[in-house]
């Protein structure tokens, strides 16, 4: 069985995200909603891409960035206890299990 071979390109992408989002972070405060948009998209495509060259699945991938895209989001909203990613990470493993292929 071929496995497939992990993309250098979406390593390159992830820490060209990780320098943006570091430069937008340090750069502009976060006041308006288009720079948030801006940040939480910066995110999802970091995430998605370095979770991509780690895990070479996509599914996985995106499950990982819907994980850390919905942790910060809870995080602006206030919601910072412990509960929530202790209770976002069985979630996130239960959608794992539903969309596996048999």
Do not use: H
Not at 22 to 34: D, M, R
Not at 38 to 67: D, E, N, P, Q, W
């Amino acid at each position: 069985m071929d496995r497939p071979k992990r993309n250098i390109l979406w390593l390159i992408l992830g820490i060209c995200g990780l320098s943006v989002l570091g430069w937008l972070v340090n750069t502009f405060p976060p006041e308006n909603i288009p720079l948030l948009i801006l940040f939480f998209v910066i995110i999802a495509g970091t995430v998605f891409f370095s979770s991509l060259f780690l895990f070479k699945i996509v599914r996985r991938a995106v499950l990982m960035t819907i994980g850390v895209v919905v942790w910060f989001t809870l995080r602006l909203l206030g919601l910072r206890e412990l509960w929530y990613p202790l209770l976002l990470i069985p979630c996130l493993i239960s959608l794992e299990i539903l969309f596996q292929k048999r």
